[in-house]
Antibody, heavy 121, light 107 residues
Framework: EVQLVESGGGLVQRGGSLRLSCAAS????????MTWVRQAPGKGLEWVSG????????YYADSVKGRFTISRDNSKNTLYLQMDSLRAEDTAIYYC??????????????WGQGTLVSVSS | DIQMTQSPSSLSASVGDRVTITCQAS??????LNWYQQKPGKAPKLLIY???YLETGVPSRFSGGGSGTDFTFTISSLQPEDIATYYC?????????FGGGTKVEIK
């Protein structure tokens, strides 16, 4: 059974940093691209970042480029999102999701339960 | 970035009704479109990929169609458990982008 469990969310001051983790199990982690998607309170879904399973290529939304860093440790089956220079508009539930392909993010067929990040101003 | 426009933003229908949601892309995305269901307080769930292919285990009352810039998502017979918000998402080009969502309620 595929499981994705996020952790690391919490309350942080504007300008601060947080690192989110996503522990994966039930599939060959290194064979799939992974993605972070966020959802601000009462709002829709926003793709944040993705990383290839095979070559580690990374992709970012313009809204987080230069502030967030996605990475993965295939030996630990864990996905990360380092979030720096946090802004109030980064407040959201952050979901980790598994892609259906190995390379470029396309479709997310498994999702974690989400972790809440709140940025206070 | 490719903009995805969904309509309506919300709808109310009776159990057993046929429900259709539309999604329009700001440029041709071929069939590179997915549909997700998100129930309140839960993570999204992939229902349809490549515009018209049903994900394994998804009931056959859900269907999708279209290509290019115009797409549809249909629930052939609305059930109480289908209460959720539905999102389209394109993957023709990064960044991946989602439609604004359609909230489906029971009348």
């Amino acid at each position: 059974e595929v499981q994705l469990v996020e952790s690391g969310g919490g309350l942080v001051q504007r300008g601060g940093s947080l690192r989110l983790s996503c522990a994966a199990s039930g599939f060959t982690f290194s064979s799939y691209a992974m993605t972070w998607v966020r959802q601000a309170p009462g709002k829709g879904l926003e793709w944040v970042s993705g990383i290839s399973g095979s070559d580690g290529a990374t992709y970012y939304a313009d809204s987080v480029k230069g502030r967030f860093t996605i990475s993965r440790d295939n030996s630990k089956n864990t996905l990360y999102l380092q979030m720096d220079s946090l802004r109030a508009e980064d407040t959201a539930i952050y979901y980790c999701a598994k892609d259906v392909t190995a390379l470029v993010p396309t479709a997310m067929n498994y999702w974690g339960q989400g972790t809440l990040v709140s940025v206070s101003s | 970035d490719i903009q995805m426009t969904q309509s309506p933003s919300s709808l109310s229908a009776s159990v057993g009704d046929r429900v259709t949601i539309t999604c329009q892309a700001s440029r041709d995305i071929s069939n590179y479109l997915n549909w997700y269901q998100q129930k309140p307080g839960k993570a999204p769930k992939l229902l349809i990929y490549d515009a018209s292919y049903l994900e394994t285990g998804v009931p056959s009352r859900f269907s999708g169609g279209g290509s290019g810039t115009d797409f549809t998502f249909t629930i052939s017979s609305l059930q109480p458990e289908d209460i959720a918000t539905y999102y389209c998402q394109q993957y023709d080009n990064l960044p991946l982008t989602f439609g604004g969502g359609t909230k489906v309620e029971i009348k």
